[in-house]
């Protein structure tokens, strides 16, 4: 079974810091995975996804992510923090169960504090 | 293009009432998804449908949810009777098909906010 762990419920940095939020996987099968962003009372933002190819992958916003397989990692990046950036932060990873559609599994979430 | 909307954005209920939401997607998009999002947990997938065809219901609690999305197209979320573990925010999401073992991306509408007191 496919399944995601984001480590840090919370994450605090100061303005101009780097940001890092962590997210390790489970899956039997080369997984698809998606780091999404979520403002206050909004929906759900697709920030950036690996699929296949490259495994260094840059999102909007300046954020980018790196698929480690040998890690099963994908964690999320940003050199600079910008005050706009606080927000909670899930990943996602995405199969394929028989049938072929798409099925996917989110993290617990990161809620990330910038600090001026 | 327009994004996937939904209706209304916060509801307040008593135990024991019904209550639905709605979502329309965006146009052309095939698959549709109804998550459930506990305050403090990711996002739960309660049901995902393939035009009017149900894909996947298994973490539908059946007794008291259900949904339907009759012309494939739409989509309501109905539950009865509601629980004050219900209280969540309830998204909704829609993918273009672009076949089998295809990867597209999911779009979420703004979700609506249940309290149950």
């Known amino acids: 079974a496919q399944s995601v762990t984001q480590l840090g419920s919370h994450v605090s940095v100061s303005e101009g810091a780097l940001v890092l939020l962590r997210c390790n996987y489970s899956?039997?099968?080369?997984?698809?995975l998606f780091w999404y962003v979520q403002y206050p009372n909004q929906g759900l933002q697709l920030l950036l996804k690996?699929?296949?190819?490259?495994?260094l992958v840059k999102g909007i916003n300046g954020f980018e992510a790196e698929f480690k397989k040998s890690e099963t990692s994908f964690h999320l990046t940003k050199p600079s923090a910008h005050m706009s950036d606080a927000a909670e932060y899930f990943c996602?990873?995405?199969?394929?169960?028989?049938?072929?559609?798409?099925?996917?599994?989110f993290g617990t979430g990161t809620k990330l504090q910038v600090i001026p | 293009e327009a994004g996937v909307a939904q209706s209304p954005r916060y509801k307040i209920i008593e135990k024991r009432q019904s209550v639905a939401f709605w979502c329309n997607p965006i146009?052309?998009?095939?698959?549709l998804y109804w998550y459930q999002q506990i305050l403090g947990q990711g996002p739960k997938l309660l049901i995902q449908?393939?035009?009017?065809?149900?894909?996947?219901d298994s973490q539908l609690p059946k007794d008291r949810f259900s949904a339907e999305r009759l012309k494939g197209v739409d989509s309501t979320l109905k539950i009865q009777p509601a629980k004050l573990e219900d209280s969540a925010v309830y998204l909704c999401?829609?993918?273009?098909?672009?076949?089998?073992?295809?990867?597209?991306?999911?779009?979420f509408g703004q979700g609506t906010r249940l309290t149950v007191v």
């Open positions: 999401a829609s993918r273009d098909w672009a076949g089998p073992l295809r990867n597209t991306e999911a779009f």
């Open positions: 899956s039997s099968v080369p997984p698809y």
């Open positions: 690996y699929t296949t190819g490259a495994t």
């Open positions: 996602a990873v995405t199969l394929f169960p028989s049938g072929g559609y798409q099925k996917v599994t």
């Open positions: 146009s052309g998009h095939a698959t």
């Open positions: 449908f393939q035009n009017n065809g149900v894909v996947d």
